[in-house]
């Protein structure tokens, strides 16, 4: 396990699809952070969990958003009825205590 | 969180050290100063991390002031790989990332 894994590296989808992206942090990391990225900005914070309890979730997370880690190892988000503007780098993040996190390579999304 | 103030950009020659300055003026005393960067297209990587101390790794050191109100990120021989968007996070107890637009670093040969 030498980092984390996200499947898959781009989705084209329709508007109005459904799609659902998968996260596999480092394997021994408790934390674990979604993200998204549009061009030329830093990335935005999406919502986070310590093991498998979903402790926060942004405002950025509308209903057609969710995301779940249901042993405290891989996570999914979905994304229900998709739009335009769901268009984005998707980025998941796992860490542990007080060190770096580790990113994966993201998802990048494009709703057409 | 705390807000972090970083320049839209900078030029570095290759060879010469890379120094990024970040303000965090309204840093609090538990809250750590990471350091990311984000190449094209890629996820972004860790660098380095700091509470008050100086700190350095293989990658980069950091210098925290006195005050913690500032630090600078210096790659000590900068390469044409190291151009990327260099992140400047204070990230506290809930260790959520509040990330701004970075500084887009440049180094040229």
């Known amino acids: 396990d030498t980092g984390v894994s996200q499947d898959p590296r781009h989705k084209i989808t329709k508007r109005g699809q459904n799609v659902t992206f998968r996260c596999d942090p480092i394997s021994e990391h408790n934390r674990l952070y979604w993200y998204r990225q549009t061009l030329g900005q830093g990335p935005e914070f999406l919502t986070y969990f310590q093991n498998e309890a979903q402790l926060e979730k942004s405002r950025l997370l509308s209903d057609r958003f969710s995301a779940e880690r249901p042993k405290g190892s891989f996570s999914t988000l979905e994304i229900q009825r998709t739009e335009q503007g769901d268009s984005a780098m998707y980025l998941c993040?796992?860490?542990?205590?007080?060190?770096?996190?580790?990113f994966g390579s993201g998802t990048r999304l494009t709703v057409v | 969180d705390a807000k972090t103030t970083q320049p839209p950009s900078m030029d570095c020659a290759e060879g010469r050290a890379a120094n990024l300055p970040c303000n965090h003026s309204t840093i609090s005393g538990n809250e750590y100063v990471y350091w990311y960067r984000q190449i094209h297209s890629q996820g972004p990587q860790y660098i380095i991390h700091?509470?008050?101390?100086?700190e350095t790794n293989e990658m980069a050191s950091l210098i925290i002031t006195e005050d913690r109100k500032s630090s600078t990120l210096i790659l000590p021989h900068a390469t044409l790989r190291d151009t990327a968007v260099y992140y400047c996070i204070v990230i506290g107890n809930n260790r959520k990332l509040i990330w701004g637009l970075g500084t887009s670093l440049a180094v040229n040969p």
């Open positions: 993040a796992s860490g542990l205590g007080e060190g770096g996190y580790t």
């Open positions: 700091g509470l008050k101390n100086n």
